[in-house]
């Protein structure tokens, strides 16, 4: 296997779910930070999302702390918050998590309409009432994140209040917050993630790369298995080895001039920890050399 060169391109990010690192209770075997770090820094990247809370420590100046020990610049990262309940005020969660952004300068805060429960297995239909209350936080929340200095993205995913083509047409036309673009969570649900970008380019605030395996996608779409089930069974696939038009993809992202950040994130599930450079490590490596490539071929 041929290695990645420490020249990564600086708008290339890792993310620890890559690791198997997760909120979601019961995800599988959680592999320590400074491995995790570690093992980005190693395959030459210089910049990562945070995590779920957590993973790194909880004070915002520790967690810079311990980034920069890595030689990691944050990027800022996922942040699951209920939107959709009248009775429920979001943003001082949203706070600390700004505070962490700006302790450790990062920019991005990656918003996920999440339904209140654990996990993405099971996702209710909103009333209208309830997609009022949600678009309403969503643009509150940009303003004010903008009033620090922090863009905010919300993130279509599978299993939450933002899922299908319909779901994002229903944001694009009802608020102003920009998009997280993730590549696998729109297909595997049905959206075609190019389509959006080359509709809406200026929308495109933060980009998730992912492949899927779209028979995988099929069977969670139908419920015949479940989010979770599909993830630990390899939904996601390396770049490349999937159903995702990502050359496509890239091409309408650089296209439109998007100067955000490009997110290496793979979601797994582990049953243990991996031998040292092997699963998660080697993984990224290969979706890190394809990137690479892509973008070196439309340099």
Do not use: N
């Given at each position: 296997m041929s290695e990645v060169s420490l020249s990564v391109p600086i708008r290339i990010a890792g993310a620890p779910i890559s690791w198997g690192v997760c909120e979601v209770p019961g995800w599988g075997f959680q592999m320590p930070a400074e491995r995790v770090l570690g093992e980005m820094r190693s395959l030459g990247l210089t910049a990562t999302e945070f995590g779920p809370e957590g993973f790194l420590p909880d004070d915002p100046t520790q967690k810079a702390l311990l980034l920069n020990e890595f030689g990691l610049r944050a990027v800022g990262g996922f942040l699951p918050v209920v939107l959709h309940e009248a009775e429920h005020d979001p943003l001082p969660e949203v706070d600390r998590f700004a505070d962490a952004c700006q302790a450790a300068g990062a920019g991005v805060v990656v918003l996920a309409a999440v339904t209140g429960g654990d996990g993405y297995d099971v996702r209710p239909e909103l009333v209208d009432s309830q997609w009022k209350t949600l678009l309403t936080n969503l643009d509150a929340l940009s303003a004010h994140l903008a009033g620090r200095g922090l863009l905010a993205v919300v993130h279509p995913h599978m299993g939450t209040l933002i899922e299908s083509d319909a779901?994002?047409?229903?944001?694009?036309?009802?608020?102003?917050?920009?998009?997280?673009?993730?590549?696998?969570?729109?297909?595997?649900?049905?959206?075609?993630?190019?389509?959006?970008?080359?509709?809406?380019?200026?929308?495109?605030?933060?980009?998730?790369?992912?492949?899927?395996?779209?028979?995988?996608?099929?069977?969670?779409?139908?419920?015949?298995?479940?989010?979770?089930?599909?993830?630990?069974?390899?939904?996601?696939?390396?770049?490349?080895?999937?159903?995702?038009?990502?050359?496509?993809?890239?091409?309408?992202?650089?296209?439109?001039?998007?100067?955000?950040?490009?997110?290496?994130?793979?979601?797994?599930?582990?049953?243990?920890?991996?031998?040292?450079?092997?699963g998660p490590a080697a993984d990224v490596r290969r979706c890190l050399q394809w990137l690479q490539d892509e973008l070196g071929a439309r340099a």
């Open positions: 779901d994002v047409r229903r944001v694009l036309e009802g608020s102003q917050i920009a998009l997280c673009i993730d590549t696998g969570h729109l297909v595997a649900a049905g959206a075609d993630p190019v389509a959006i970008t080359r509709a809406a380019p200026q929308r495109v605030g933060h980009v998730h790369l992912k492949d899927v395996d779209a028979a995988q996608a099929a069977r969670v779409v139908a419920g015949e298995i479940s989010f979770s089930q599909a993830v630990a069974e390899g939904l996601w696939t390396v770049l490349g080895q999937g159903s995702v038009d990502l050359g496509a993809m890239v091409e309408a992202l650089e296209g439109a001039g998007y100067q955000g950040w490009y997110v290496l994130e793979q979601d797994v599930m582990l049953s243990q920890g991996p031998p040292a450079g092997e």
